[in-house]
């Protein structure tokens, strides 16, 4: 038995709120229209969606405190926000993924919004899916910790060794098969990702993308859904988490676009941050670390990546 706090009405509350944040978003995007995303604009929407996280956490909080006194109030609203700074991390590298991606299919600016909005509708309802799935299977057989908790050691190792390489997606599966077995067109067409009917279908260059930035973000979920499961085993704080990290995608993507080549070192910090979590899994029923101190932990090990690669930029440390 899956146990929770969450109950009728913070499942309506947090799904209520996550369907206004969704409509606002899309109201005002349609308004602006196709154009090109500008930092500041990106870096106001990625302050919007942070301070809806904050402020939701802060109202589960009092709900909490009122119902269950001040001691659980303070565990969940710690383990909300190390959930979500941790899917928040891990989000960056689906970040430069999306980026190759876009580069890789010469996908126009004005273009990208509408892609990244699809591909986060997409990952909202597969997560879902995903942790569900994930805490009902925990529910019944503990020792999938000890498996989640081995799949991230191996998971952070590879990311390490692989820190610094860009992918080749000329050399990906998926992208392979769909270029070679669906039926498209070699040039875009506005907003369409399909022309004509039935057999005579052909998919332009934009279904192609939204298809992979899904598929990207279900295997990069694969790896972030067990990271948060080593810090709660509920389903609610693992799913608000998960999609409060996930709205500010977009945002965020905009917002380091240009920005990849300054945090270069990011990747061993997350790769670090895997191995922290993956090893306080394996450990769990010899040593519980508190929250508090993962949520130090992530944060420090974070911080400090991202200022070692402030410090010395890519081409200094290359020479």
């Known amino acids: 038995m899956m146990e929770t706090i969450g109950n009728v009405w913070l499942w309506a509350g947090f799904s209520g709120l996550v369907l206004l944040a969704l409509v606002a978003d899309l109201l005002l995007m349609r308004h602006g229209g196709a154009h090109k995303v500008t930092f500041r604009e990106a870096a106001w929407w990625s302050l919007g969606w942070v301070a809806l996280a904050l402020l939701f956490n802060l109202a589960l909080w009092w709900y909490v405190g009122q119902s269950a006194g001040p001691e659980e109030a303070r ?36 273009l990208r919004q509408r892609v990244l909005v699809i591909g986060i509708l997409l990952a909202i309802v ?4 995903l942790i569900f799935a994930g805490a009902a299977l925990l529910a019944q057989f503990h020792w999938l910790l000890y498996v989640f908790g081995a799949f991230l050691l191996l998971t952070g190792a590879k990311m390490w060794s692989a820190a610094g390489e860009e992918p080749d997606l000329g050399k990906n599966p998926v992208l392979r098969w769909m270029t070679t077995h669906v039926p498209f067109v070699r040039r875009y067409h ?4 399909w022309l004509g009917h039935g057999s005579r279908r052909r998919f332009t260059p934009l279904f192609i993308v939204v298809v992979m930035i899904g598929i990207t973000d279900v295997i990069f979920a694969v790896d972030s859904i067990p990271a948060i499961f080593a810090i709660t085993l509920d389903p609610f704080i693992v799913l608000t988490s998960n999609v409060f990290a996930v709205l500010g995608l977009r945002a965020m993507f905009f917002l380091l676009a240009g920005m990849a080549e300054r945090f270069h070192l990011l990747p061993y910090g ?4 895997l191995v922290f979590i993956g ?10 670390i ?10 420090t090990i974070l911080a400090t990546t991202i200022a070692l690669s402030l410090a010395r930029p890519a081409r200094a440390a290359a020479d």
């Open 75 to 110: 565990r969940i609203g710690l383990e909300f926000l190390t959930g979500y700074l941790v899917e928040k991390a891990l989000a960056v590298d689906n970040i430069f993924v999306f980026l190759m991606l876009m580069t890789y299919f010469a996908v126009p600016e004005q």
């Open 126 to 129: 597969l997560r879902a899916i």
């Open 190 to 193: 506005g907003n369409a990702m």
């Open 270 to 273: 997350l790769a670090v941050v």
């Open 279 to 288: 090893a306080k899994m394996l450990l769990v029923d010899l040593y519980k």
């Open 290 to 299: 508190p929250v508090l101190w993962s949520l130090g932990a992530v944060g």
